[in-house]
């Protein structure tokens, strides 16, 4: 009877799988503060990539990491960076698989902040030029889909502009819409690097407050009025209101990011035995989608196809 008037139902085919690159040969290293999340080298993507081929996911959102970061992050729109050379890879090996490229430029900057830095100034304007090449750049390499996470005002607009003169007519926008600056992405910044650059410095004056929800509203409104395909909250669970708020105003696809906090979160209590793991994950996946999203990032993605496969009935 519980089956027959449920609302909600998970799929597989919901979730998408974050990875990291890291450049180098025969890197398979954890992240500390992330268990069972892992840097990989290309030479040994090979570890993960089968089991998002047949998991039946919809596809992974790739990060690059650099050996080389730099004031303007020249590694993020090399043709020949780690990024674009996981993305030929994948393409070539993989040729089914949907690849999502994040496109930020805080895991090639020196500084760790997703813009060009002047002083203790960001310089919204002076970024898009550059998230423009590193958007063509990826496409070119053959990403599918890209996903701008700088937060810069204007990007999805100038983006899609250059996509189109270039030629990636279809590529498709993930628009990282409503970004809080929140600090459940702290193991993500470790597993790129980014959080010692960054320092005491903060994000906040281009991601949103926590305390806005209409000001997410607003950004949504913008990304798409832009070019963007479809829309992104960040972080997942705590954010919640604003998935529902921005599916009942817009209609539009509707992802939500169940960031890297709120897995370490789960992973840590878990291994303390404080919680259930599995309930508790797919507990909170279906939340995502009753809220409203469409699909989920989730470094659980793998976690929860299986369980699926196994029968798990929410
Ligand atoms: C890059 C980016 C971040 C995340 C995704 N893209 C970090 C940040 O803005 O500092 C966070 C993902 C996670 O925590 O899992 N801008």
């Given at each position: 009877m519980r089956r027959m008037v449920c609302e909600t139902r998970l799929n597989a085919a919901d979730f998408i799988y974050p990875i990291f690159v890291a450049e180098g040969n025969n890197i398979m290293k954890p992240v500390d503060s992330m268990p069972t999340v892992y840097q990989y080298s290309i030479d040994n993507l090979d570890q993960i990539l089968p089991q998002i081929a047949d998991s039946g996911i919809s596809g992974l959102l790739i990060f690059g990491i650099p050996e080389k970061k730099d004031e303007l992050a020249t590694e993020a729109y090399n043709d020949k960076g780690v990024t674009q050379q996981a993305i030929r890879y994948i393409k070539e090996h993989y040729p089914d698989m949907l690849v999502i490229a994040d496109v930020c430029l805080c895991e090639y900057t020196s500084h760790g902040h997703c813009g060009v830095v002047k002083g203790d100034k960001i310089l919204n304007d002076s970024t898009l030029p550059l998230l423009c090449k590193m958007a063509v750049s990826l496409a070119k390499a053959g990403a599918d889909i890209i996903a701008p996470s700088d937060m810069m005002d204007g990007r999805i607009g100038v983006i899609r502009k250059m996509l189109e003169e270039e030629g990636f007519i279809h590529t498709r926008i993930m628009a990282y819409s409503a970004k809080y600056a929140s600090a459940f992405y702290g193991p993500f910044r470790d597993a790129v690097g980014s959080s010692g650059n960054l320092?005491?410095?903060?994000?906040a004056v281009y991601q949103q407050d926590p305390a806005n929800s209409d000001e997410a509203l607003w950004e949504v409104g913008l990304d798409l009025a832009e070019g963007a395909d479809m829309v992104m909250v960040k972080p997942g669970m705590p954010y919640l209101d604003v998935v529902r708020r921005v599916k009942d105003e817009f209609k539009a696809p509707t992802f939500v990011y169940h960031v890297s906090g709120e897995y370490a979160m789960i992973k840590c209590a878990a291994a303390a035995g404080c919680i259930d793991e599995k309930k508790i994950t797919m507990e909170s996946m279906i939340c995502c989608k009753r809220a409203g999203a469409d699909g989920i990032l989730t470094y659980c993605a793998l976690d929860v196809a299986r369980w699926l496969k196994e029968g798990y009935n929410y």
């Open positions: 320092g005491k410095s903060t994000k």
